[in-house]
C-alpha cells in the first residue's frame, strides 16, 4: 500500500507561470515532509522541507504547504523556469526516520 | 568532501549471482537508507538504518540484506539475483533527528541489469 502519493505523473506549465505539485499521504504518523528534485542519471537533491507544526515554509520561489486534516501538501513553484523541468519527489518521514517517497511527477516548463 | 559514495556505478549480474552494493558517506550521519528507482515506481524504500547496528525493512526488502557496518558504511546484499532486480539504486543518508536539517544526501546510484 502507497502511503505516499503523487497522483499527477506529469505536469506541463509555461515559463514565467506558477507551478503546483502534489503529493497525498496516508500515514498519520508522518510528521517531516521533504521535496525532492531529480534529473536523469543523477541522485535526487533536497528541494525544501516542512514539519508538521508549520502548514508554510517559503525558500526562494519555492514554497511547500501542508494541510494535516486533510493529509496533502503542494510545492509551489513561481515563476517556473526552463532550469525546472525535473522530475519531483516528494516524502514523509516519521519518528523511527523511516523516508518513505512518493512515485514523482514530471515537470516540463516551456518556453 | 564526497558526501555519499556508492560502488558500483554499473553492473550486469547473471540470474542467481549474489553481488554487494557499497555506500559510504562522510558527513557523519546517524541514518542511511538503500531506495530502487523503477519506471513508473518512484523511489522505493528497501532497508533503513536509524543508528550503527540496527536496520529495518522498508517498502520492499524482500530478496535483499544489509549491512551497516558502522556509522559510515551502509551495504545492501543480493544473495541471488532475479531480472526483478534489474532497477537503479541509491544510497542516502541524513542526520539524527532534532540535530538540524532533516533532508537526506543521496548518492548518484547504481544501475543493475540482471540478465
Known amino acids: 500500500d502507497q502511503q505516499v502519493k503523487q497522483n499527477s505523473p506529469s505536469l506541463s506549465v509555461q515559463e514565467g507561470r506558477i507551478s503546483i505539485l502534489n503529493c497525498d499521504y496516508t500515514?498519520?504518523?508522518?510528521?517531516?515532509f521533504l521535496w525532492y528534485k531529480k534529473y536523469p542519471a543523477e541522485g535526487p537533491t533536497f528541494l525544501i522541507s516542512?514539519?508538521?507544526?508549520?502548514d508554510k515554509n517559503e525558500d526562494g520561489r519555492f514554497t511547500v504547504f501542508l494541510n494535516k486534516s486533510a493529509k496533502h501538501l503542494s510545492l509551489h513553484i513561481v515563476p517556473s523556469q526552463p532550469g525546472d523541468s525535473a522530475v519531483y519527489f516528494c516524502a514523509a518521514s516519521d519518528h523511527t526516520d523511516k523516508l518513505i517517497f512518493g512515485t514523482g511527477t514530471r515537470l516540463q516548463v516551456f518556453p | 568532501n564526497a558526501g555519499v559514495t556508492q560502488t558500483p556505478k554499473f553492473q550486469v549480474l547473471k540470474t542467481g549471482q549474489s553481488m554487494t552494493l557499497q555506500c559510504a558517506q562522510d558527513?557523519?550521519?546517524?541514518?542511511m537508507y538503500w531506495y530502487r528507482q523503477d519506471p513508473g515506481m518512484g523511489l522505493r524504500l528497501i532497508y533503513y538504518?536509524?543508528?550503527?547496528?540496527?536496520?529495518d525493512k522498508g517498502e520492499v526488502p524482500n530478496g535483499y540484506n544489509v549491512s551497516r557496518l558502522n556509522k559510515r558504511e551502509f551495504s545492501l546484499r543480493l544473495e541471488s539475483a532475479a531480472p526483478s532486480q534489474t532497477s537503479v539504486y541509491f544510497c542516502?543518508?541524513?542526520?539524527?533527528?532534532?540535530?538540524?536539517?532533516?533532508?537526506?544526501?543521496f548518492g548518484q546510484g547504481t544501475r543493475l541489469t540482471v540478465v
Open positions: 516542512i514539519s508538521s507544526i508549520k
Open positions: 558527513m557523519n550521519h546517524n541514518s
Open positions: 538504518s536509524a543508528s550503527e547496528g540496527t536496520t
Open positions: 500515514n498519520s504518523m508522518f510528521d517531516y
Open positions: 542516502a543518508s541524513r542526520p539524527r533527528r532534532g540535530t538540524g536539517g532533516g533532508e537526506a544526501f
